[in-house]
């Protein structure tokens, strides 16, 4: 099996910024797309940053230039490194990965339990 553990999440206030890490492990073949969602109270599941197995990143139009998603193939780890930020930005991340798992033919997709970021004065 496969499991994704994110780390990094609290309080932090308006301007601020924090450093979201997950790590994933198991028995872990190879490892696909690798990204970053968020889910506001009341609000859908939304994407914030993916990044490829070669590093190609994609953000969601409200990153705007302040989060910045990183990868690390030999640990099995993506970061989201978040500046600048504000009280729209509150909510729990969830850490996502497409994985191979040894022994089997196709990439599944898992989720971490996610981490809360609250943005607050």
């Known amino acids: 099996q496969v499991q994704l553990v994110e780390s990094g999440g609290g309080l932090v206030q308006p301007g601020g910024s924090l450093r979201l890490s997950c790590q994933a492990s198991?028995?872990?073949?190879?490892?696909?797309?690798m990204g970053w969602y968020r889910q506001a109270p009341g609000k859908q599941r939304e994407l914030v940053a993916t990044?490829?197995?070669?590093?190609?990143?994609n953000y969601a139009g409200f990153v705007k230039g302040r989060f910045t998603i990183s990868r690390d193939n030999v640990k099995n780890t993506v970061d989201l490194q978040m500046n600048s930020l504000s009280s729209d930005d509150t909510a729990v991340y969830y850490c996502?990965?497409?994985?191979?798992?040894?022994?089997?033919?196709?990439?599944?997709?898992?989720w971490g339990q996610g981490t809360q970021v609250t943005v607050s004065s």
């Open positions: 198991g028995m872990i073949f190879s490892i696909n797309a």
């Open positions: 996502n990965a497409e994985v191979r798992q040894v022994m089997e033919m196709r990439y599944s997709e898992y």
């Open positions: 990044i490829s197995s070669v590093g190609i990143t």
